[in-house]
């Protein structure tokens, strides 16, 4: 799946996805609250490996109100495990959260959590981010799903 961040002026991005199938979807979103939550989704679900969290069901053909829906109340185990592990993890790199304090809370909740996992998350995020700030406005940065 190919996906499109536009950034279209400070306070908004143009989020687009083109699945392998040649299906399409599209939205405009709020760049400051919703942006840097979807690129940890990313990092996170990239690094972990969760092939049905938030990018991964919309590869596989969820639209983007079966998405909330979901998200609000989670029947798919990888959105499950990927909701719990973002929102700490987005605390961790935004307001410098202690790394070691995550793998803890986390560990019970997913083995595969450790400092090196927290490491990789969020050199990739920095990665992520610095793309997203180095895009024009009018322009689009692209990802690819799932990640190599």
Known sequence: MKIRLTRID???HRLEIERADGSRLATNLET?????HDLVH???ETEAGIP???WGSLADGLDFEALRTEVEAPTRPGIALAETLVGPMQ?????GHD???YVERMKDVAPFVDRAFVERVLERIRRLWGHWQGTPF??????DWPRD
């Not at 605390?91 to 307001?95: G, L």
């Not at 009018?138 to 990802?143: F, N, S, T, W």
């Open 32 to 36: 400051r609250s919703v942006l840097l």
């Open 138 to 143: 009018r322009r689009a940065m692209e990802l």
């Open 10 to 12: 400070n306070d908004t």
């Open 52 to 54: 049905d969290g938030v």
């Open 42 to 44: 990313f990092a996170v």
């Open 99 to 101: 790394a070691d304090r």
């Open 91 to 95: 605390s961790v790199f935004r307001h």
